[in-house]
């Protein structure tokens, strides 16, 4: 499991980054991160959800709407195949950037 951590945070830092969406609620997007894991995919989330960081509690903003709070990164090269699989997941709580 080590070994494994250690291989990704080295190729993590040479791989450039892209969002391909983001989703409405957190456990659909762990739910579509595990999915993509699980078919090789090298990807994380980035949690926009404020205050609260990884408890993922969101509260209702006097600046707007906390909707896709949960954005989904992958290496650049991945992210289009990353993408349709996440589309297929997520349905209607998934918004995709087109990567």
Same mark, same amino acid.
């Given at each position: 499991?080590? &070994? ?18 983001? !989703?409405? %609620?957190?456990?659909?997007? /762990?739910?579509?991160? /595990? ?16 205050? +609260?960081? %990884? ?7 006097? +600046?707007?709407?906390?909707?896709? !709070?949960?954005? @989904?990164?992958?290496?650049?090269? &991945? ?5 349709? @699989?996440?589309?297929? @997941?997520?349905? /209607? ?7």
């Amino acid at each position: 499991m080590e &070994q494994n951590k250690k291989e990704f945070e080295e190729s993590a830092t040479n791989d450039t980054w892209t969002i391909i969406g983001s !989703a409405s %609620d957190k456990l659909m997007a /762990d739910h579509i991160l /595990d999915a993509l894991r699980s078919d090789g995919f090298k990807a994380v989330l980035k949690n926009r959800s404020g205050y +609260f960081g %990884d408890l993922g509690l969101t509260l209702t903003s006097v +600046f707007g709407s906390a909707e896709g !709070a949960y954005e @989904i990164l992958t290496p650049t090269d &991945q992210a289009e195949d990353a993408s349709k @699989i996440a589309e297929m @997941i997520g349905g /209607d709580s998934w918004e995709s950037t087109n990567a």
